[in-house]
């Protein structure tokens, strides 16, 4: 157990439709990494949160958002969705913001396993 | 340069040792991760390098040369459960909060 939590574990929807995930990173840590993994795909970077404020983007989409709250707690919302949205979305976190030094492992959480049918 | 390049799969005999390369553009990456994913799971930290040389942890080493680009990972007397992914990550260079940058992973089937 890495100690991040996500919610839902799955979660089925249809075309079109809005949904939310939710991500608790690690006690003490203020970095939040969103992945998306397709099958055959690696660990795709969406977007980077440290302590509430966006730190890094990588390939989200523009119906993709993400936020981090002030418990340090992330949600990422996916809106008018596609099937080929249809993916394991992990979270991970960390106790730096990344950067030139420090090792910055990343924990992941379980994922969350988006169906869109 | 942002690639990282491994091996899509790999098959290994039980009790047998086998090497996972990861190779990347010298000039884009400063220290290289290691993590395992089995099917359908999150992935699992298991090394980092950020000098040259090898680290031993158990049965499983990570090895980096920077002048090369090249880093491997080495897993001795393999088990059945070792079969999954392993994903080599890069920490790129420059100064600043970009996070990692992952490979595709390699699969590896561990048989009797």
């Known amino acids: 157990d890495s100690g991040v939590t996500q919610t839902p574990k799955h979660l089925i929807t249809a075309t079109g439709q809005r949904v939310t995930l939710r991500c608790s990173p690690r006690s003490g840590d203020l970095s939040v990494y969103w992945y998306q993994q397709s099958l055959d795909q690696g660990l795709q970077f969406l977007i980077q949160y440290y302590n509430g404020e966006e730190r890094a983007k990588g390939n989200i989409l523009e119906r993709f958002s993400a936020q981090q709250f002030p418990d340090l707690h992330s949600e990422l919302n996916l809106s008018s969705l596609e099937l080929g949205d249809s993916a394991l979305y992990f979270c991970?976190?960390?106790?730096?913001?990344?950067?030139?030094?420090?090792?910055?492992?990343?924990?992941f959480g379980p994922g969350t396993r988006l169906t869109v049918l | 340069g942002q690639n990282i390049d491994q091996p899509t799969e790999m098959t290994a005999t039980e009790g047998a040792i086998v090497q996972i390369n990861c190779t990347y553009q010298t000039s884009g990456f400063n220290g290289l991760f290691w993590y395992q994913q089995h099917a359908g799971e999150a992935p699992t930290f298991l090394s980092y390098?950020?000098?040259?040389g090898l680290e031993e942890k158990g049965r499983f080493s990570s090895f980096l040369s920077r002048s090369k680009g090249y880093s491997y990972l080495l897993l001795k007397e393999l088990q059945m459960k070792d079969s999954a992914s392993y994903l080599c990550a890069g920490r790129p260079l420059w100064a600043g909060n970009t996070p990692l940058v992952f490979g595709k992973g390699t699969r590896l089937s561990v048989i009797a």
């Open positions: 991970a976190s960390s106790v730096t913001g990344g950067g030139a030094s420090g090792m910055n492992e990343q924990f």
């Open positions: 390098n950020v000098l040259d």
